[in-house]
Nanobody, 126 residues
Framework: QVQLVESGGGLVQAGGSLRLSCAAS????????MGWFRQAPGKEREFVAR????????DYADSVKGRFTISRDNAKNTVYLQMNSLKPEDTAVYYC???????????????????WGQGTQVTVSS
């Protein structure tokens, strides 16, 4: 069992930056693949980024590639999402998720994730 708690959301102007954190409780954090998803008002939840057990294996949605960076610190049981050059369309509730059974080919599907945080609001003003 893993519990996930996101933090770091807030209100920022377009072009600004935020860093989201997701702290995980429980053992064997390094065994989990971690993902970030987001859900804007009136829209379905969508994949943002994910990182496998190897911190060098990452994947990003096209909409955030080059602007967002996912990373993890296994010693701190934490995964991060550094968001730069934020745009109003990045406004959403951001969720982190964990999976023990993720494979790269299906890692963008939320159904492949077993545990979810409660979400943190990110609002980007124009």
């Amino acid at each position: 069992q893993v519990q996930l708690v996101e933090s770091g959301g807030g209100l920022v102007q377009a072009g600004g930056s935020l860093r989201l954190s997701c702290a995980a409780s429980g053992r064997a954090f390094s065994s989990y693949a971690m993902g970030w998803f987001r859900q804007a008002p009136g829209k379905e939840r969508e994949f943002v980024a994910r990182i496998l057990w190897s911190a060098s294996n990452t994947d990003y949605a096209d909409s955030v590639k080059g602007r967002f960076t996912i990373s993890r610190d296994n010693a701190k049981n934490t995964v991060y999402l550094q968001m730069n050059s934020l745009k109003p369309e990045d406004t959403a509730v951001y969720y982190c998720a964990a999976s023990l059974r993720l494979v790269p080919s299906t890692s963008r599907y939320e159904t492949r994730y077993d545990y979810w945080g409660q979400g943190t609001q990110v609002t980007v003003s124009s």
